[in-house]
């Protein structure tokens, strides 16, 4: 039995850290609403903390999945941050989806304290994880990771080590672009073929047969088709990753067009009041613009 903590407990967090006390763990817990600690702690048995650097001094691992780079920076490095708590040695693995760079000076900033860190967000949403099957991309020492992988499959099936800090939010941030460029264009196809005339479940079946065939699409068209936008993925934490990927093209030298168009179709539907709903309900906007609704017949 390890002592570990989880910061966070939103729809991603409080499964991943129930997920670390079904694996026989002791684990300590902190969320920004106190409800959801003292929840874990009475359903599940973690041990329910005031604070970060509660979690901190309690924990020899700790994970956290906060919303955005501040969230981030305040809950490791805030004057009652994780760090604030932690003793050397202790491993601090950030699963949010932040700033590359950020994640870099993190690991700066805490290796002179002693404390490793990793930069490993995650892919899945809330499905992957509830059954535990999340998809890590972790960048960091190499002998830090193999030191606290144990726990992370607890959490996740498919693990990725990319290099060194940064690299694997690098990774992250590729996949969101290709996952969020992909969306649109399903979108703005449906709605063409809807208005046009073709039923949306043979656009599907075609779709699914040709070389336009999509993982993406496969999963989400049917939520689409039946209206339900439940939350797996809100549009307005995949309007804050697309300006991650903006940043990063910018840092780098890398012009993104397509990308930032998309940022702008994101920020529409937040205007439109989409954003806490699924990322599939951008198809939304462009309905509204053409008059049509894809939905099954």
Known sequence: MAKLGFCGLGIMGYPMARHLINGGHDVAVWSHT?????????DHGAKACGSPAEVGRHAECVFLCVGDTSM????ILGADGIAAGARK???????STVSPSSSREITETLG???????GAPVTGSKPGAEAGTLTFMVGGDQAVYNRVRPYMELMGKQLFYCGGPGMGLNAKLTQNLILSNILQAF???????TKAGVNPELMLEVLDKSAARSGLISYK???????????????KWMHKDIGLMLDSGKELGVPLPMT???????????GAGLGEED?????????????VEVKRS
């Open 34 to 42: 106190a409800r959801k600690a003292q929840q874990l702690a009475a």
């Open 72 to 75: 981030s920076e305040q809950v």
């Open 89 to 95: 040695g202790t491993a601090i693995v950030d699963t």
């Open 112 to 118: 002179k304290r002693g404390i490793d860190f990793l």
């Open 187 to 193: 979108n703005e196809g449906m709605v063409l073929a």
């Open 221 to 235: 068209a049917p939520f689409v088709l039946d209206r339900n936008f439940f939350t797996n993925f809100s549009v």
């Open 260 to 270: 930032g168009l998309n940022q702008q179709l994101f920020q529409s539907a937040i």
């Open 279 to 291: 990322i599939c309900s951008t198809i939304k906007v462009l309905e509204q613009n053409a008059g």
